[in-house]
């Protein structure tokens, strides 16, 4: 919030302060440091943030948006709201035309932090780039991120998530991005919005702040976008055209519409998310050697795809969240990995995934076939996968908990192989490592 003042945020709801001091920061959370900063009291289901006022001020807070009708505090410039949740989103929409930078928005059922974190550090090659901290990607973090942005910043990259139909329209409308990406169409939410045909009409809402020239990019073989868009993927008549040439522990080697690139990240998918970043960032006027140097510095949020030694055995730390389509994905390439003898996956329950849940972690056990010959399944629900491996060359152990599997981890650690840790953020699977 750089060169932001006290007069001019409140000036944005009609409010008359002269006061010029400037607001250097921005916080929800009353305990975090926020010196010289705006506090925003948010209204949730348990707690009110309005009741914390006092921390607010300790922790630094000048000036706060404040429900009207409520007793105002003291001690903290109060800007009177009809509600802090959408003073924040204004105020942020306001900030982020007054910069005007280009904004990447990024949405999709799977692979949305891991594409934001590749447009950005290609972007970043040839411009000022900002991008959503983590997975501030909702209808409060979204704005924060924006509100967190320097001045000199050129391109905002702005990941926005959904568990419902209306959510990723309004994140786009203050957006109002110049490229907007759909990852996917997966399975997660699917309950919410009837399936995965309602999962595409709200990620597709994404159109909605589009700005008249921008840029549209989808995954090219998800029959559900068909038509939409630039089209990035395998599909022979994508616009944006994939192929792999080389898959191993330490790199993938694919062409992008016949150009050679380079990836040192694990994972067919994370290719895909490579050539989102590549589409992206030809769009925006780089150059191969740019995109190149940009990829070459990818590093991903922790326990997505992340690669670690366990003994002598390689792991592959997936275990931040898991949906049908990316534990499939993370499976397909444990199986494609060259030179390993042994290859073990470990595999948690998956969440959120409504009356078809039985189905979708049997439909994951399909693909759980040779050269796979080890799968540990934990948790309750996990256990379906067990019901959808038909190949009598996998050897499956079901176990309830993460302390027996663990138990059963040690086991693998030994040269030649490669183990994948795979569930939904719920099942903490990455405690069978630390």
């Keep these: 919030m750089e060169q932001l003042t006290i007069q001019t945020l409140a000036s944005w709801f009609g409010v008359e302060i002269a006061d010029q001091r400037l607001v250097e920061r921005v916080a929800t959370d009353s305990r975090d ?3 010289e900063g705006l506090f925003v009291p948010i209204v949730g289901a348990r707690v009110d943030g309005h009741d914390y006022i006092d921390a607010a001020i300790k922790q630094g807070a000048i ?104 959510q990723i329209e309004l994140l786009s409308q203050l957006a109002k991005p110049d490229v907007a990406f759909v990852t996917n169409i997966g399975e997660s939410h699917g309950e919410q919005v009837g399936g995965r ?34 089209r990035v993927g395998y599909d022979s008549s994508a616009d944006g055209k994939i192929e792999v040439v080389e898959t191993t522990f330490d790199a993938s080697i694919f062409k992008y519409n016949g150009d050679l690139y380079e990836l040192k990240v694990l ?24 995109i190149q ?8 949020t922790s ?33 494609s990995l060259e030179g390993f003898s042994r290859r073990v996956l470990v595999l948690g329950d998956m969440y959120e995934l409504g009356e078809e849940e039985q189905m979708q972690h049997e439909r994951v056990g399909h693909v759980v076939t040779s050269p796979v010959t080890d799968c540990i399944l934990v948790g309750e ?13 996998v050897n499956v152990t079901i176990v309830p908990t993460i302390e027996e599997a663990k138990a059963l981890l040690n086991n ?18 990455e405690r069978l490592v630390q």
């Excluded at 700005?211 to 068909?226: M, N, Q, T, W, Y």
């Design 197 to 230: 045909s309602g999962i595409a009409k709200a990620k597709l809402e994404i159109k909605s702040g589009l700005k008249s020239d921008g840029r549209l990019i989808v995954d090219a073989d998800e029959p559900l976008l068909e038509g939409q868009g630039y």
């Design 381 to 393: 629900k996990a256990k379906w996968i067990a019901d959808g491996i038909s190949d009598s060359r």
């Design 63 to 166: 000036v706060t948006f404040w429900e009207k009708g409520r007793p105002e505090p003291e001690g903290i410039i109060v800007i009177p709201v009809e509600s802090t949740v959408e003073a924040l989103q204004t105020a942020a929409a306001r900030y982020l035309a007054e910069i005007a930078p280009l904004v990447v928005a990024i949405t999709g059922s799977n692979g949305k932090t891991s594409t934001k974190d590749m447009v950005a550090v290609v972007l970043e090659e040839k411009y000022k780039t900002h991008k959503t901290a983590g997975n501030f990607n909702s209808d409060v973090g979204l704005p924060l991120t924006v509100l967190r942005m320097p001045r000199d910043t050129e391109v905002a990259v702005l990941e926005m998530g959904m568990n419902g139909f209306g």
């Design 303 to 335: 326990m997505r795809m992340e690669k670690q030694m366990f003994g002598d055995a390689h792991l592959i730390n997936d275990a931040y969240n898991a949906s049908p389509t990316s534990m499939i994905a993370a499976i397909e390439t444990v199986k």
């Design 412 to 429: 693998y650690q030994r040269p030649q192989t490669v183990v994948l840790l795979k569930a939904s953020r719920g099942m903490a699977l």
């Design 267 to 290: 994972g067919a998918h994370q290719i895909r998310n490579a050539a989102y970043a590549i589409a992206c960032g030809l769009h925006l006027g780089l150059d191969h050697e740019m």
């Design 33 to 35: 440091h926020n010196e």
């Design 293 to 300: 140097r940009g990829l070459d510095r990818i590093k991903l």
